[in-house]
């Protein structure tokens, strides 16, 4: 079945600190992959996207990700944050002739001052 | 101009009462969708439209009906409002079905 696993519910770090959220699929197909944000009292932004070629992907507000076939995996990165940051983030995943996409559970990221 | 428009941001409602949620997009897309987030932040795709056609009907109540009157339009009816419906209702929409889906701010519905 496919799915999606973000096995940290909550992630603390420090301002200025680097930061790593993890993200594993399970999907039959060449996944589509995305990382979402969504800020306290607001919708679900799109950080990031991977549908083929560079496995290292560039997003918003300084954020990448990786694609790592052989993991199954799509951990996004920062390397150092700011307290902005603190948010919900959604790993998702589909595959080109799907109707939907699938989000993860979600992991909730604190900043330490 | 927002992308993705809902309304209203905020409902606040007494058990049994009948209402409705609105969702404008304005970005052409052929695709819409209502998810439901709870209070633990999961998300649950309800319905999704395909300009006009429901594609996506999950185990939801038939409480909920969602409409179409166009591609630009998806609304979505609540009949009969119980206390489990309270959450925060998202609109979201997309060229294709696994592309970037683009999210409205959300309607938080309160079900007293």
């Known amino acids: 079945a496919q799915s999606v696993t973000q096995p940290d519910i909550h992630i603390t770090v420090s301002e200025g600190a680097s930061l790593e959220l993890r993200c594993n699929y399970s999907y039959g197909a060449t996944p589509y992959l995305f990382w979402y944000v969504q800020s306290p009292g607001q919708g679900l932004q799109l950080l990031l996207k991977?549908?083929?070629?560079?496995?290292l992907v560039q997003g918003i507000k300084g954020f990448e990700a990786e694609f790592k076939r052989s993991q199954s995996s799509f951990n996004l990165r920062k390397p150092s944050v700011h307290w902005s940051d603190a948010a919900e983030y959604f790993c998702?995943?589909?595959?080109?002739?799907?109707?939907?996409?699938?989000f993860g559970k979600g992991t909730r990221l604190h900043i330490l001052p | 101009d927002t992308a993705v428009s809902q309304t209203p941001k905020y409902l606040v409602t007494q058990m049994g009462n009948d209402k409705s949620i609105k969702c404008e997009q304005n970005?052409?897309?052929?695709?819409m969708y209502w998810y439901k987030q709870d209070s633990k932040k999961f998300l649950k795709i309800m319905f999704s439209y395909n300009n006009k056609e429901l594609i996506i009907n999950e185990t939801v109540p038939n409480r909920f009906s969602p409409k179409s009157p166009d591609k630009a339009h998806l609304n979505l009816h609540i009949n009969s409002l119980e206390l489990g419906d309270s959450a925060v209702y998202f609109c979201?929409?997309?060229?294709?079905?696994?592309?970037?889906?683009?999210f409205g701010p959300g309607t938080r519905l309160t079900v007293l």
């Open positions: 979201a929409s997309s060229q294709v079905g696994a592309d970037t889906q683009y």
């Open positions: 998702a995943v589909g595959a080109q002739g799907d109707d939907k996409i699938i």
């Open positions: 991977y549908f083929s070629g560079d496995t």
């Open positions: 970005l052409g897309h052929d695709t």
